[in-house]
T-cell receptor, first 117, second 112 residues
Framework: GAGVSQSPRYKVAKRGQDVALRCDPI?????LFWYQQALGQGPEFLTY????????KSGLPSDRFFAERPEGSVSTLKIQRTQQEDSAVYLC???????????????FGQGTRLTVV | GENVEQHPSTLSVQEGDSAVIKCTYS??????FPWYKQELGKRPQLIID?????GEKKDQRIAVTLNKTAKHFSLHITETQPEDSAVYFC???????????FGKGTHLIIQP
């Protein structure tokens, strides 16, 4: 596809239910980021992958949050035993990696809006 | 860690006037400063970015300025149009594997 694709677009979960959110990055993009965006706020960093390696997971809010990217392309963000405070839009972004400290543009998916009831 | 402050939270301007949004950052190691536009229910889209080796960058009606000494950067939109109405986010990063730290956003409203 031409851009970053996320599914599902919307997810309603009952409190205590486990959810899995999927991200298909742009083909060939080495870097993949997950962000959490609460209503009326800016996105907040959750975790970063370089290919299949999870290099930074410092933003994950609790051990109920788990992310993987086993083959270095598609990534899944899993939230166990969901709670109301997990309600937010979860954004995935991918970018090329040029090495060193140089950033390239991060392309965002449309996000998954998670509502925990 | 990095902290990015963004002002104002809401900005209303008359169509055709200019709009300025300001951000400050705390980590002097940050070297990449993108601006994203997000329309309601849509994905953030990059509109312009600047790296710390330049002080100003312009793309048609949009310009960004960076003051590394003061650790602040600004977005300037001239000749505003109704389609400029959206939420704008500034962000900062140290590059490479470092994720973006976003400001809280500015809701720009263009009055006809």
């Amino acid at each position: 596809g031409a851009g970053v694709s996320q599914s599902p677009r919307y997810k309603v979960a009952k409190r205590g239910q486990d959810v899995a959110l999927r991200c298909d990055p742009i083909s060939g993009h080495v870097s993949l980021f997950w962000y959490q965006q609460a209503l009326g706020q800016g996105p907040e960093f959750l975790t970063y992958f370089q290919n299949e390696a999870q290099l930074d997971k410092s933003g994950l809010p609790s051990d109920r949050f788990f992310a993987e990217r086993p083959e270095g392309s598609v990534s899944t963000l899993k939230i166990q035993r969901t709670q109301q405070e997990d309600s937010a839009v979860y954004l995935c972004a991918s970018s090329q990696l040029t090495g060193g400290t140089v950033n390239t543009e991060a392309f965002f998916g449309q996000g998954t809006r998670l509502t925990v009831v | 860690g990095e902290n990015v402050e963004q002002h104002p939270s809401t900005l209303s301007v008359q169509e055709g006037d200019s709009a300025v949004i300001k951000c400050t950052y705390s980590d002097s190691a940050s070297n990449y400063f993108p601006w994203y536009k997000q329309e309601l229910g849509k994905r953030p889209q990059l509109i312009i970015d600047i790296r710390s080796n330049v002080g100003e960058k312009k793309d048609q009606r949009i310009a960004v300025t960076l003051n590394k000494t003061a650790k602040h950067f600004s977005l300037h939109i001239t000749e505003t149009q109704p389609e400029d109405s959206a939420v704008y986010f500034c962000a900062a990063s140290k590059g490479g594997a470092d994720g973006l730290t976003f400001g809280k956003g500015t809701h720009l409203i263009i009055q006809p």
